[in-house]
């Protein structure tokens, strides 16, 4: 089965600061990663996917992640953090066409 | 493009009663998804239609919840009769490839916020 958790319920972080948001799967094979992003009232949106190749991947919005096969993890990394990214965020697995979601990280930046 | 298109945007009935979402996809998405997602956790998938064919609804309480897809478009998700713990934001996504491929992202709609009194 696979699953994927992230460990911290919210992440705090000042305007200007590098962000870090966790997550690590479990999954059998090769896995496909995906974040994404909810603002208040709206539906999810994709930031960024993993399938294949380089270990560090590019999003929407200037967010990144890098996988790291020996740790399962696949953490989202923004270098300088935004008011404007204060969301909701959830990692997802996915090795058919059905994607597992995380139970998410809230993101707060502050001022 | 046009994205996802979920009615009502919020409902609120009392526990026994019965309700239903209405979803549209993007157009050309053969795809659609339900989800449920409860406060604190994330999205739990409860049917996946290809086409007008349902594909999973494992997770679908089926004593309770249906959901149709009759022409391959738009779809219906219903509840009947609702429980207290059905109190969620049901989300209804599309992706357009036909075949099994994982690769390729969802679109969300907005969701449709039900509160079980």
């Known amino acids: 089965a696979q699953s994927v958790a992230q460990p911290e319920d919210q992440v705090n972080v000042a305007e200007g600061n590098p962000l870090t948001v966790k997550c690590t799967y479990s999954?059998?094979?090769?896995?496909?990663l995906f974040w994404y992003v909810q603002y208040p009232n709206r539906g999810l949106q994709f930031l960024l996917k993993?399938?294949?190749?380089?270990?560090l991947v590019k999003g929407s919005y200037g967010f990144e992640a890098e996988f790291n096969k020996s740790q399962t993890s696949f953490h989202l990394k923004k270098p300088s953090a935004l008011v404007s990214d204060s969301a909701l965020y959830f990692c997802?697995?996915?090795?058919?066409?059905?994607?597992?979601f995380g139970t998410g990280t809230r993101l707060q930046v502050f001022p | 493009e046009a994205g996802v298109a979920q009615s009502p945007r919020y409902k609120i009935i009392e526990k026994r009663q019965s309700v239903a979402f209405w979803c549209n996809p993007i157009?050309?998405?053969?795809?659609l998804y339900w989800y449920q997602q409860i406060l604190g956790q994330g999205p739990k998938l409860l049917i996946q239609?290809?086409?007008?064919?349902?594909?999973?609804d494992s997770q679908l309480p089926k004593d309770r919840f249906s959901a149709e897809r009759l022409k391959g478009v738009d779809s219906t998700l219903k509840i009947q009769p609702a429980k207290l713990e059905d109190s969620a934001v049901y989300l209804c996504?599309?992706?357009?490839?036909?075949?099994?491929?994982?690769?390729?992202?969802?679109?969300f709609g907005s969701g449709t916020q039900l509160s079980v009194l």
């Open positions: 996504a599309s992706r357009q490839t036909r075949a099994r491929q994982p690769n390729e992202k969802l679109f």
């Open positions: 999954v059998s094979g090769n896995p496909y």
């Open positions: 993993y399938i294949t190749g380089d270990n």
């Open positions: 997802a697995v996915g090795r058919t066409d059905k994607l597992i």
């Open positions: 157009s050309g998405h053969a795809t």
């Open positions: 239609f290809q086409n007008n064919g349902v594909v999973d």
